[in-house]
């Protein structure tokens, strides 16, 4: 046992160096949504839903929102097309009235509604970053997204005062409001 | 002490307090399930919110949000461009106006008590924004600092006498000033750089301006603090007519 666990203190090559670890795009694809609220904030967004209607629905926001996101971020590359309507103001606002109102809506739609923000948002990051960080930025945002979610969704779910719920209600309100500014502004 | 519990509907928490970290992914896994849809839980069909802590959270948020809030260290500033969430933070409180309006939303909901104090920062914010998407589209809305100036008188005068409107109708005059200011503040906003960023901090700072109106409303549980709101409501409607004189001449 003291020979086995001396062969796993022996060093190896310190590769210290994102370059010459390959690891770069990685933490270019977290820092790219952490750096992008246009990303950030409806991911947050959703996650603070699902976490409003259960523990259920934050397990499986936590999981398929980052695949739905990575399999929309290879189809984003593949196919290279940009909308022109802004789709992240729709997401800001959706998903802000969602929340100030606390509506309830069953599991199953709430799971539908990350997969499809997974897959649009993951689409355009996909033909945004296909000439950068390609795949390897994906997953890096899927770490990310993983980790996010999983911790906003918690912290929701474990509030047990009311008037904490309602301070979620009004985060919601002000996505909401957000997005619908970013209407105006796409229009001006 | 009772007083102070029937104002602040203090309501003991009916769930188990197991004391684990608010931050544990654990909670996604255990068997916490939110209220029933349709269902409200303990206190009725609105519920009851609101305890000292939450006054005091406020409180002490805003609080920190202007004590820390650094005057002089803004290194790249340009002058008369939308450069961000400084700007957008600025902007909600660049007007005497909009702020004493702000303010006074605050100290209605405060006044009017649960679910009016949370009901009407949660529905301000979306109707103003309704406002500003007009403003920056061009909508040709007339009379807006007029209608600014008017809703000071009346929310105002609201704080003054303790107006008990019904929930909606207060909730529906409420969003209908909301849109001049939003109105206000879309139309007046320079082209520039980021307006998401921009959006956010204006969108930020008038809701921290509702939380203060809500804080300050918190002196409501005492005879001298309801004395005290009346008068501040007096001095905001006086103030909204010099707005009104201004607007007019």
């Keep these: 046992m003291l020979v086995g666990f001396s062969l796993l203190c022996r060093p190896s090559l310190a590769a210290a160096h994102l370059v010459t670890s390959g690891m770069g795009p990685v933490y270019d694809g977290i820092g790219h949504l952490l750096l992008t609220p246009e990303d950030l904030v409806p991911v947050l967004a959703l996650a603070l839903y699902a976490g409003l209607r259960g523990a259920v629905t934050g397990r499986r926001a936590m999981f398929l929102l980052p695949l739905a996101w990575f399999v929309g971020g290879i189809a984003g590359s593949a196919l290279n097309i940009v909308p022109a309507f802004p789709i992240s103001a729709i997401s800001f606002l959706v998903l802000g009235v969602l929340i100030a109102a606390d509506l309830c809506m069953p599991a199953t739609a709430v799971t539908a509604l990350a997969i499809v923000l997974g897959l649009v948002h993951g689409f355009l990051n996909g033909a945004v970053m296909k000439d950068g960080t390609g795949t390897l930025g994906l997953v890096g945002i899927m770490t990310i997204l993983f980790v996010l979610v999983t911790l906003a969704s918690a912290f929701v779910v474990s509030l047990k005062r009311p008037w904490a719920r309602v301070v979620v209600r009004v985060a919601g309100s002000w996505i909401a409001a957000t997005g619908m500014l970013m209407f105006g502004w796409a229009m001006r | ?249």
């Excluded at chain 2, 931050?23 to 305890?51: D, I, Q, T, V």
């Excluded at chain 2, 409107?165 to 139309?187: D, M, N, P, R, T």
Aim: glycine share 14%; proline share 5%.
């Design chain 2, 1 to 249: 002490m009772t007083d102070i519990k029937t104002y602040l509907e203090i309501q003991p928490s009916s769930i188990s307090e197991n004391h684990y970290s608010p931050f544990a992914p654990s909670y996604l896994f255990s068997s916490a399930n939110p209220p029933e849809c349709g269902k409200r839980g303990r206190g009725g069909a609105w519920g009851r919110y609101f305890n000292i802590e939450f006054h005091l959270f406020i409180f002490i948020s805003v609080i920190s949000i202007f004590a820390f809030y650094p005057s002089s260290a803004f290194a790249h500033i340009k002058g008369g461009e939308v450069i961000g969430i400084i700007s957008g933070l600025q902007h909600p409180i660049s007007g005497l106006d909009h702020v004493l309006a702000m303010i006074a939303v605050g100290l209605w909901g405060a006044q009017l008590g649960a679910p009016a104090v949370w009901l009407l920062p949660v529905t301000f914010p979306m109707v103003m924004a309704f406002g500003g998407l007009l403003g920056l589209m061009g909508v040709n809305l007339p009379g807006i600092e007029i209608g600014i100036a008017v809703s000071a008188i009346f929310l105002g005068f609201a704080v003054f006498r303790e107006a008990r409107l019904k929930l909606g109708l207060a909730a529906v005059l409420v969003g209908f000033f909301a849109i001049f200011h939003g109105y206000a503040h879309g139309a007046e906003l320079p082209p520039g750089g980021n307006g998401l960023l921009y959006s956010i901090g204006f969108v930020v700072m008038t809701g921290c301006l509702h939380a203060t109106g809500i804080a300050l409303g918190l002196v409501h549980q005492w005879s001298a603090g309801r004395a005290a709101l009346r008068a501040a409501g007096a001095c905001v409607s006086l103030a909204g007519v010099f707005f009104l004189w201004r607007a007019l001449v």
